[in-house]
């Protein structure tokens, strides 16, 4: 079993910056692949960014440049450091964490960009 829990969104102007985390508990290895999705009103769940083996990241390419995912295996923490953020990248914001067995995947957390 995998626990994950994404520290709390909120609302951000465009333009804006913020950070989100996800603390992971239970049978988690700095080897699983872990990433975030995220959910817009009315769309389907779609990956932002996964981690990569050489410690680097995949993204989808409307986030590219300005998003960036990183972890702290020491803390068992997972980040997504979301910069220069528009109106469109509202949504809830999954983290997940893939096992051979299946996906685990927090509550969400809800980022709202507007002015």
């Known amino acids: 079993q995998v626990q994950l829990v994404e520290s709390v969104g909120g609302l951000v102007q465009p333009g804006g910056s913020l950070r989100l985390s996800c603390a992971a508990s239970?049978?988690?290895?700095?080897?699983?692949?872990m990433g975030w999705y995220r959910q817009a009103p009315g769309k389907q769940r779609e990956l932002v960014a996964i981690?990569?083996?050489?410690?680097?990241?995949n993204y989808k390419e409307s986030v590219e440049g300005r998003f960036t995912i990183s972890r702290d295996n020491t803390k068992n923490t997972l980040y997504l450091q979301m910069n220069s953020l528009k109106p469109e990248d509202t949504a809830v914001y999954y983290c997940?964490?893939?096992?051979?067995?299946?996906?685990?995947w927090g509550k969400g957390t809800l980022v709202t960009v507007s002015a």
């Open positions: 239970g049978n988690i290895f700095s080897t699983d692949v």
């Open positions: 997940n964490a893939k096992k051979t067995i299946g996906d685990y």
């Open positions: 981690t990569t083996t050489d410690g680097n990241g």
